[in-house]
């Protein structure tokens, strides 16, 4: 299936402002882009790409005074599939683990495992495999979390999120995240594009989306503790540690967000009738 997604986003600066973005579609999907997703800034300002150390796509640029709107639009292609579900079986051993793979059992920013230690062992230990577990701390923190909007806190901790009570999706990922690590499974923060695909329709503003990763016997496999169900249609934008490792965007000076919206809809064909993709419909608003 074809998938076309975007976003808008306004800053409104006093002084020229340089700005680190990860909002480029992660380079694991690059083969399945049918329209590129090129960010564009109005105006138009020098941008350049690299890659950090977790394979995302870091874009960087300076905003001059006044301010500056991102935007892109692209279609990607999607399997249509739903997550799939970790196999069953003994969990691995730390010892078997790959070197890279080790960093993702520590304690970070957002996800304190010195802290939530105790609380894992004594509800989760018992499982005896990592899908069990897994599977158990996933349906622990959709009950445990109330979602909304107006629970948004850039500084709420994994630890922060059992304690209140509430938050967004970010803050079902960090503790469940947490979670796993403390049961020696590795688990990492994804971000990105997640529509209501496959779903019916919820009546609330479209955003960016956060999930997570789990390695078990070998691979990884995807997670959401937030929807607490298999979906489709993910797009992935960044993954690392926690949010620290994909923000969005890390202004280097004062920056008011003046303008976000995020598009994510399933389309049936991006040809015109002479074969070419339809500008009409990948160009952002402003172009």
């Not at 691995?92 to 495992?113: A, G, H, K, M, N």
Request: hydrophobic share 35%; net charge negative; proline share 5%.
């Amino acid at each position: 299936m074809l998938i076309r997604a975007g976003f808008e986003i306004s800053f409104q600066v006093a002084q020229p402002t340089p700005m680190l973005a990860l909002l480029s579609v992660h380079p694991s999907r690059n083969s399945d882009l049918r329209a590129p997703g090129t960010i564009r800034g109005h105006p138009d300002v020098t941008m350049r790409d690299h890659l950090d150390r977790f394979g995302n796509i870091c874009t960087r640029f300076t905003i001059p005074a006044g301010g500056i709107t991102l935007a892109t639009s692209f279609v990607i292609e999607d399997s249509g599939r739903h997550d799939r579900r970790a196999p069953g079986g003994p969990q691995q051993s730390i010892e078997c683990l790959p070197d890279d793979v080790l960093i993702y059992l520590l304690s970070s920013r957002y996800c304190e495992t010195d802290r939530l230690m105790q609380l894992a062992w004594n509800n989760f230990g018992h499982y005896t495999s990592a899908r069990d577990r897994v599977d158990a701390v996933v349906d622990f923190v959709h009950r445990h979390i109330a979602f909304g909007y107006e629970y948004a806190h850039s500084g709420r901790s994994a630890h922060d999120a059992y304690e209140q009570g509430v938050g967004v999706c970010r803050d079902y990922a960090h503790l469940a995240i947490t979670l796993c690590r403390c049961l020696n499974i590795p688990a990492r923060y994804c971000t990105g594009y997640l529509g209501d695909i496959g779903v019916p329709k919820v009546d609330l503003p479209m955003d960016f989306s956060a999930w997570f990763d789990v390695f078990i016997d070998g691979g990884w496999y995807t997670y959401d503790a937030r929807h607490n169900e298999p979906r489709i249609g993910r797009i992935l934008m960044a993954q690392g540690r926690d949010a620290t490792d994909t923000a969005l965007t890390t202004a280097f000076g004062p920056a008011r967000l003046t303008g976000f919206s995020v598009h994510t809809d399933e389309v049936q064909s991006i040809w015109n009738n002479d074969n070419d993709i339809s500008d009409r419909e990948l160009l952002p608003a402003y172009c």
